[in-house]
Structures are given as C-alpha cells and as structure tokens.
C-alpha cells in the first residue's frame, strides 16, 4: 500500500514530467528517502533535484556573494558572537547578567532568541521596552541584538535575513516543489516564495498516524509493553529475527533516541546485526571519541599520571611517532616507576631532575618523555585567560601528534575537531574571548557532545535502520517498529523561552513563533509524518523504569492506536492493559514470548534450560557444572572453604619447592608478623609476589598517606641525630635551629616526591609536621641516654646477618633498626619509631600472638651485631623500646625488658615450620581486613577461620600456628 503522501508527490512530479523540478525538502536526507519511495512504487521519476531552502538560496545567491565579498555565518560562527557579546557586556557599569552568568546553557538560550529575531526581520531599532516584561532585560536583548548587527557589518557577514536580499526570481522555469511545513520561519519563506514564485507547489501530507482514517494499518499493528528499555529492545530484536526477514527492510523509531540508540548498538553488535543510525551515536562509542573525553578529564583533574597511562594502556595514545623502537609497555612502566602524581608543573620538573641525575638506561625514554610532555604543555595560559579555541587547539594537537586512528568513525572525528577549532580560531581572530578554565572547559564539552559518530543520514542495504521520532518514518520501509512509546517520551513540552516569552513574541512581531505553537505544530508534524508509514508494524513501551523503580504509562497516542485496532472508540487504559497482558522481560520466556519465542543469545538459552513447561526454575547446578568445568571447580572451592576441613582452597599449600624456598629466605621481623597476622597476605605478598601499585592517587582531603607521613618523620629523626652526634659529644648537642632546617628541607624534598591537592592542604599537613617535630624535640631535650646508631642496616660485610637462636638455630635476618641508644656501660637500648597510635601495643601483650617480634628480635639481631662488628664484645641489649614521639603518641615510650629470649626462639622456630609445612591460611580477624590489598580476592574468607582452627582435625596441621597465637 502507498501513503497518500507518496501518492501526491508523484503526482507533482507527473504534472510536468520533462520540467526541471527541484524537491524542497528539511534535511537533504529526507528528500532522498521521499524520493527513493516515489522511484520504488513507480519507477524512475526525471528532472528532480533534491535541495533544502538554505542551499538553494546560498546557490543562487553565491555570484553575488563573491562579487560583494561577503561570508554565510555559520551557526557556531553566530553563537561565539553572541558569546563575546554578553561577555564585553559585563564589564560594563549595572550589567543585566555578570561574568559568572555567562554560562554555555545561557549563551545557547540568547543565541536562539536573537537567531529567532533574524529570522522574523526583527531589528534592534524595531524593538520597543514596552513589548518586554522586564525592561532591563529588554534592553538587554536590544543592545545584544544591535552590537550583533554592527558584527555582521563590520564583518561582510550574511545570515538569513540578509540572504533574503540576495535572492531573485529563477528564470528558467525550475518547478518547486515543498511538502507542506508550518515550521518555517519567515525569512525561510521570504526566501521560497521570492525564488519560486508562481511555480511553486506543495503537495498534501497525510493525516495524522492516529486518525482512523490514516494510512497507518492500526488493523494490524501489535503491540506489547516490556520490563525495561532493553527488554523491549531485544524483543524487538526477536521479532526482527523470527520473522527472517531481510535486515534492510526493517526500521526502527524510537521516541527517546539516545536511550533507545545505544541499546540497539550493544545489542546488535553483541549478536553481529548491521545496524544504520539515523541520529548518529554519542561521541564515546568511536575510540578517538574515548580518547578526547578522557584528555578532557585529565585536562579538568590537573592532569593525574593515571589518566594518561590509561590512553596508553587502552590504545587511545601512542608514542610511536616519538620513538617506534620502544614498545607502549616500556613507556607505560617508566611512567608508573615516576612519582608524577598530579599537576602539571610536577611533570616537566621531575622530568627534568630525572633526567639530569637518573638512571642511565633510562634516561633516553626519560628525555624523549620530557619532550613530549613539553610539547603538551607549550603556551600555557593563566588562570584568567583560557579560552574553548586554545582547549581545542591543545586537543587538536594532542591528537594530531599522538592519537590513533582505528576507522572511519576516528578520522571523521579527528576532521571535526580541526573544523571547530578553525571556526573558534576565526572568530577569536575578530574578538578573542578570554574567560576561567572551567568555563572554557564547559563549553569544549558541550561542544563535543555535538559530534556523532556511525552517522546514517539514510538508511543503507543489508541493515536494520535506527531513527529518532523526529526525523523517523521516512524510508518507506514494510517492517516498522515505534519503540518507547510511554507518556513521559512521547509529551511534547511547550516550555517558554526564558529570553523571549510568548507574551512577549506576541508583542514584538507577528512573524515570531510562539512556542505553545511550536510544540504543536512539531508534534502534528511527527504525527502526519507517522502517518505515511504502510506494512506491518509494530508498536511498544516500557511499563517499567528501573532506574527510578517505578511504573511507567503508555502514550495516549498508544491507546487510540489500539482502539482504532479494534474498532472500539471507548476503550481505556485498563483494557488495553488486559489485552497486552504480562509484560516482556529481558530473558525469553515460552510463557510470555508465545509471539516471538527466540532465544537471543546464551542467556536466553539459559532460561529456558533452567525453566520448565511451567515457568518455575529448575536446579540446573549439574547441567551448569557439566557446560562449565572450571565453574564446577570453583564450586567446589566454594564449598571446601566453607566446610571445616582445612584445604588448599584455605590456603594449606604442600609443595617441596616451597619448603626448599621458605629455608633458603632471609627474613625481616615485619614479615615474620605479616606472617602471624595472616599468613594468606603474606603468601599472596612474599611469597607470589603480588603487590598492589604504588602510585599516587588523588585526594582533596590529604596529602601525605600515613605510611609517607611515618617516612618523612623517620627522615627528619635520622638527619637531626646523625648531625648532632657526629662529633661524638656526650650529651647530644640538642639545636632547634639545626632540627627547623632539616624539617624545612625534608618538607621540600617530600613536597617534590610526593604531590599535594592544594597550597591549603601542604600547609596544613606540614604545620602538623612541624607541631610533631617540636615534639620530639622536646622530648629528646630530656633523655639521658646516648643516641649511638641511626637506621641501622642488620648486614654484616654487606650480606644480611646470620642470627643465632638460643637453641642453636639460626635466621638469616635483614632489616633495619631506627635506633640503638647506649643507656649504661655495655648496656644498650633498641628505639623503632611509631607515628600512629600507641592504642595496640598494650603492656600485658608482649609477643601478641607473634604479631609484635620486632622489639625481639632486633634486640638479639642488634646485640649480635655489636659484637660480631666489634664495637662492644660484652654488649648486652636489655630494653627495646616503641617510641611515639608526635602529638598523636604524646611521646609515650612502650618499653620491653628483653628477658624471654628462650619464648622467642620457640615462637620463631614455629613460625618457620608452620611455613614449610604450606600452612598460608586467612587470619579469623575481620577488622584485619578492611585495609588489606587483597580483601577483594577473599572476600569472606576469614569469617570461616574461627570454626576451621577450633576443629578438632584441624589441630595438628595447626598445632605451630596455634600455638604462636596463644603466646601473648
């Protein structure tokens, strides 16, 4: 069947068949298509070109523009005017909107209203302060309006209503043909009706889709209504595929393009279907689209190092034109080995300092690293003096230099972004337009998310074709589909201009169009437009949001669909309800999917494996198990962790390699406690050797992470002891003066290693510093020992020490200690610096279950040491101490007289062989968990342990381990 429409236009054509005749159409896509159904329902048609008003108007009138040196402003062009007209307008005295207004949203509303006063031939001098409401804002409008005038003549520039000028009367009795449109403004028409003339004709569209009169075939459409977006999506897809009709004779219009369009894409791309997009898709879907976003954020978040081995990592960059030698993943480490952290200035000077004192082998990817990094950061403007073309500028060269091109899709982009930034770059040239970086980077924003990618203007052979529901029922294709048809997609808003209301419109031309009236016409246009489609189709919503958890209405243009379905013009929501009965879901079901039975993918194969004849679920663990092997072993995992038995799934390792390892291994205390806290974290850290990166990550609320924090305090104890010591006075010559200095400088140090939010931040951290330092300070001013050994390295001629147990034993042991003190003749003090709470270290808990071996086990290893050096053959170390000299510790001193030697030894020596016996269970603590780098990996696990290590068969695998956590 033919649409009343096609029908018409062929007759137009037919009227004069040998004439030239030119088809007027919105978009020169919709003129194809118009023309594609005529040519398919009755043959080729001769003489007919296709136009839209402003390039038959730019043709004709491109002689004259030449000849009067004069340029068409583009839309960007006007809208960047309009910009740095309100911006000069706020350095004036009692300006109507400040700086800080002059937003892109509000820009765009000013745009459109002047755009809108062009169009009608409206002029500064024709605008009355009584046609406005608010008269400050109607001089505001005027003087806008009238500098924007002085632009276009100033500049030779020409738009619409100066085009009209520059159109005459065609003379060789072209036919105009133009469907009806009660959209066009005033100039379109002045344009039309001067070049036309007498030969003008406007075939009659169709009734609306809705009018039982229509060509619509409400008789046969079907209907239904689904749990979801994109369970109405892959039901679609179900009925396109069941029906095993060609792909190209299918189109789909959805109400809410951007929603509908993505799922579409996901979908069919997951399932391998060619699919066309009418509207395009958003710029994130195209890789360089990925990769400008992403510059964006770096740009927005000063530049975290994160962020660029990410473009990296993910192929968005490449440093192959700097050096296609080196692999990404060279470049990748050598960046992650630097501490950049954050902020510009950070990359060029550690760049730098590396470079001129760096490792050798790496000085070359360091230099060329260095110049990358310049050329990215060359002509850096100021705070104030930002501006979209130099974000722009800097995006288009970042691309240019680096970016990878993968398709059409990359270089279609990479070609937009060339032509923005010659347009800004024009009209910066006119009048630059300097404002803050987040306003620049609002409106770069705003303008990326004009860039489509996968753009279809016109559906193409062998695809589905995706179009939105205002530009949509134009391919004369037999199968349709209208997706989201709920009350809130299909409601046309008729909001009012906040620049122009329709109060004021009224007053100020006739020619200005309302926009009550707008609303209406757009949506009786949609609906004549709707009411061309012929064939077979297909009409559904979504009953459902899921985002906002809540029912969703169909469209009242839904319900006269199905009353004119079945003839029965009283019918309401509830029947219509009754007749679509239980709604889709996202998975296929026989119960509800009677219509389109088709499983999609594997999950719709998985429902109906695992549901039966009446909808309920099956247990289906053993046809998974037996479809996914390594699922059926995690099973088993599951299982064996949560039963009593200890396994390897908790961690019970037997392996004589391991055994051989763990007796060859030099020790430190820490990791002997790592061990006794959870000797799982210990296996995944010293054992597999899995650790999580070290690098900087961005904080607004801190600077220095606890473990840096403790680091720089230990660096400034050690620099202040070792210099006031160094000519071996008794007492130390304690100098505040000396102590400030190397906290001054320690800062700086640290200030360059490691990245601060804020200059509010780093001041507020380093007071707190300094407030530490001064403590301990003070608390030195009244110790009377004597401080003799600072960050000492247990290693005897280089190799780490040998220590000899009481029972003959011994551990190779490495390690440093933070202090040794002479307290007495022969007599000696261990110190270990604690920067956090003294909350854990209680008087009662000496070993702590092993958790706490340092004071120890240093004081053997210190003791050894002593003498094995020479530097006291009777040395005795009698005390260790964990010293807390901040604010936080109130320079607390836990002191361990060091009189259990012998529980010492039996303590390690059991450590030791619960490790070569492949015991690497989970701690039963939770609250050691919280801060663990693993905890993703187990998850639960430790909930289990308590249950596991008071069972009774578990004892003598445990009895070492057990027996270590018993010792306090």
Not at 123 to 141: N, T
Request: contains cysteine; charged residues 25%.
């Amino acid at each position: 069947m033919v649409s009343a429409f096609i029908r018409n236009l062929h007759e137009s054509f037919q009227t004069f068949p040998l004439s030239k005749k030119v088809l007027l159409a919105p978009r020169f896509a919709d003129g194809q298509m118009w023309l594609h159904q005529v040519c398919r329902v009755y043959g080729h048609v001769l003489n007919v070109e296709v136009q839209t008003i402003e390039s038959l108007a730019l043709k004709q009138a491109a002689l004259k523009l030449f000849q009067q040196k004069k340029t068409v402003i583009r839309p960007q062009q006007s809208f960047w005017i309009i910009q740095q007209i309100m911006m000069e307008l706020t350095k004036g005295e009692d300006t109507y909107l400040s700086d800080t207004m002059i937003t892109p949203g509000m820009v765009s509303c000013f745009h459109r209203s002047i755009e809108d006063l062009r169009q009608a031939f409206v002029q500064a001098k024709d605008l009355e302060l009584s046609y406005f409401i608010d008269l400050p804002k109607g001089m505001y409008v005027r003087e806008v309006l009238l500098r924007y005038e002085k632009m276009l003549l100033e500049h030779n520039f020409v738009d619409q209503m100066l085009l009209t000028d520059l159109v005459e009367v065609e003379q060789d009795g072209t036919l105009f043909i133009v469907p009806e449109n009660s959209l066009l403004s005033h100039a379109q028409q002045t344009i039309l009706q001067t070049i036309a003339g007498e030969r003008l004709v406007k075939p009659m569209l169709g009734l609306p889709f809705t009018a039982s009169e229509s060509d619509f075939p409400a008789d046969k459409a079907q209907l239904f209504h689904a749990t979801g977006t994109l369970a109405e999506v892959r039901e679609v897809m179900r009925r396109v595929l069941v029906q095993e009709n060609p792909l190209d004779q299918v189109e789909v219009i959805a109400s809410n393009y951007e929603d509908y369009a993505s799922a579409m894409h996901t979908l069919s791309a997951e399932l391998d279907i060619s699919c066309t997009y009418g509207g395009g898709l958003p710029l994130q879907y195209a890789r360089m689209g990925r990769t400008l976003l992403k510059l964006i954020h770096w740009l927005e978040n000063d530049f975290p190092i994160a962020d660029f081995i990410s473009l990296l990592r993910d192929g968005g960059l490449s440093l192959r034109n700097v050096d296609d030698s080196i692999r990404s993943s060279e470049w990748i480490r050598t960046l992650e080995k630097l501490p950049i952290g954050w902020g510009k200035e950070r990359y060029l000077d550690l760049l730098e300092s590396i470079e001129v004192g760096g490792d050798a082998e790496e000085k070359p990817l360091v230099v060329s690293l260095r110049k990358v990094f310049q050329g990215i950061f060359a002509k850096w403007p100021s705070e104030d003096a930002w501006s979209p073309a130099f974000i722009l500028t800097w995006l288009q060269r970042i691309v240019s230099d680096y970016g990878t091109i993968q398709n059409e899709d990359d270089a279609g982009i990479v070609k937009e972004i060339d032509e923005l930034a010659a347009t800004l770059a024009s009209v910066d040239a006119i009048s630059p337009s300097l404002m803050k970086k987040d306003v620049a980077q609002q409106y770069v924003t705003q303008l990326l998310s004009g860039i489509r990618v996968k753009v279809a203007s016109t559906p193409s052979p062998g695809a589905i074709h995706i179009s939105s529901l205002s530009g949509g029922g134009l391919t004369g294709r037999p199968f349709t589909y209208i997706v989201g048809m709920d009350e809130h997609n299909w409601s046309v808003a008729s909001r009012q201009d906040p620049v122009l209301l329709d109060e004021e419109r009224q007053n100020i031309s006739a020619h200005l169009l309302l926009a009550s009236e707008r609303g209406k016409l757009a949506k009786l246009d949609q609906h004549r437009r709707l009411g061309s489609i012929t064939g077979n189709v297909t009409l559904s919503y979504s009953s459902y949001q899921i985002a906002e958890g809540k029912q969703a209405s169909p469209a009242f243009e839904l319900l006269k669909i199905f009353r004119n379905k079945l003839q029965m013009s009283d019918a309401d929501y509830t029947a219509m309800g009754n007749a679509l009965g239980m709604p889709v879901s996202y998975l296929s079901h026989k119960a509800t999917n009677e219509v389109s039975f088709l499983p999609l993918d594997s999950s719709d194969l998985w429902t109906v494996a695992l549901t039966d004849k009446h909808d309920q679920t099956r247990n289906g663990r053993d046809t998974l198990n037996a479809a996914y092997p390594h699922m059926n072993k995690g099973s088993q995992a599951v299982m064996n962790r949560v039963s009593n038995a200890i396994t390897a799934h908790d961690g019970f390792i037997q392996s004589d390699t391991l055994v051989a390892e763990m007796g060859q291994r030099s020790f430190s205390a820490s990791q002997l406690e790592r061990y006794a806290e959870c000797p799982m974290r210990f296996y995944f850290g010293y054992v597999l050797g899995i650790w999580a990166k070290d690098e900087a990550v961005y904080d607004r609320t801190r600077w220095l992470e606890p473990m840096d924090r403790g680091n720089l305090l230990h660096r400034i104890f050690y620099e202040y002891l070792k210099q006031i010591t160094s000519d071996g006075s008794l007492p130390a010559n304690h100098d505040r003066t000396i102590m400030q200095a190397i906290t001054e400088k320690q800062l700086a140090d640290f200030e360059q290693l490691v990245p601060a939010p804020s200059q509010l931040i780093l001041q507020k951290e380093s007071d707190e510093i300094r407030q530490d330092v001064e403590w301990f300070y003070n608390e030195e001013l009244t110790k009377t020992t004597r401080p003799l050994y600072f960050e000492q390295d247990l290693t005897i001629d280089g190799e780490p020490m040998t220590l000899k147990l009481t029972d003959g034993s011994s551990l190779t042991l490495k390690g440093f200690i933070d202090r040794i003190d002479q307290i007495g003749p022969n007599a000696y003090r261990i110190i270990d610096y604690k920067t956090g709470s003294p909350g854990k270290y209680r008087d009662n808990a000496y070993f702590a279950g092993g958790t706490q071996l340092q004071h120890a086990l240093y004081a053997l290893a210190a003791e050894q040491w002593l003498k094995d050096t020479g530097r006291d053959k009777d040395a005795q170390v009698t005390e260790s101490a964990y010293y807390f000299p901040t604010a936080r510790g109130v320079g607390r001193e836990v002191v361990r007289a060091q009189d259990k030697r012998e529980v010492l030894t039996g303590l390690v020596r059991s450590l030791l062989t619960s490790m070569e016996q492949g015991v690497y269970i989970p701690t039963e603590d939770a609250r050691r968990c919280r801060y663990c780098d693993y905890a993703t990996v187990c998850v639960n696990h430790a909930s289990f342990m308590g249950d596991k290590k008071k069972d009774l068969g578990n004892v003598v695998r445990l009895k070492e381990l057990l027996e270590v956590e018993a010792i306090d």
